[in-house]
């Protein structure tokens, strides 16, 4: 039996992905999590929710919502080089409400950027302020 072939219970699976059964349950019923073969007792899981529980954990766990999971789940056939599903941009939505931070360089000069899009953590958003800042200052001293 390849690894691939491998069949999971509940309790199995709520194992190998530290998931209540009841978190795998809402997964399934929210379509984040492909339903189990079979039914009742003899119900079992594959290698692929295996797959669809620790990819939802770790997007989990790198601060994504469960619409956003859903997004970049439907999405998987767009893959970068790495093989990683590349987040689909969110359409903007009318009533959506997007914050912004704006970086003053000088008049006429600003950065804007959108966290959430960004993919940046705080710091290194300020550490992006900071270089461009400096950035700038060189260049206007070399001019003058």
């Given amino acids: 039996m390849k690894n691939n072939d491998k069949t999971f ?3 199995e699976l709520c194992s190998l992905v530290n ?3 009841r978190k795998i349950r809402f997964y399934i019923q929210k ?3 492909d339903s189990p073969k079979g039914t009742g007792k003899g119900a079992y899981y594959t290698h692929r929710n295996l797959e669809q529980l ?3 954990r770790k997007w989990k766990e790198a601060g994504l919502t469960l619409e956003r ?3 970049l789940l439907e999405s998987e056939n767009r893959e970068t080089d790495s093989g990683t599903p590349v987040p689909p941009p969110r359409p903007k939505q009318p009533g959506s409400i997007e914050v912004w931070s704006h970086l003053l360089i ?3 000069i600003e950065l804007h950027i959108e966290p959430n899009r960004s993919g940046l953590t705080p710091e290194q958003t300020r550490t992006l302020c ?3 800042l400096e950035q700038f200052e ?3 001293a070399e001019n003058n």
Wanted: hydrophobic share 40%; net charge positive; glycine share 8%.
């Fill in 130 to 132: 900071r270089t461009v």
């Fill in 138 to 140: 060189k260049i206007k």
């Fill in 106 to 108: 000088s008049d006429g």
């Fill in 54 to 56: 620790l990819t939802i």
């Fill in 9 to 11: 219970s509940l309790e």
């Fill in 69 to 71: 999971i859903q997004d």
């Fill in 19 to 21: 998931m209540s059964k």
């Fill in 31 to 33: 379509g984040l999590v």
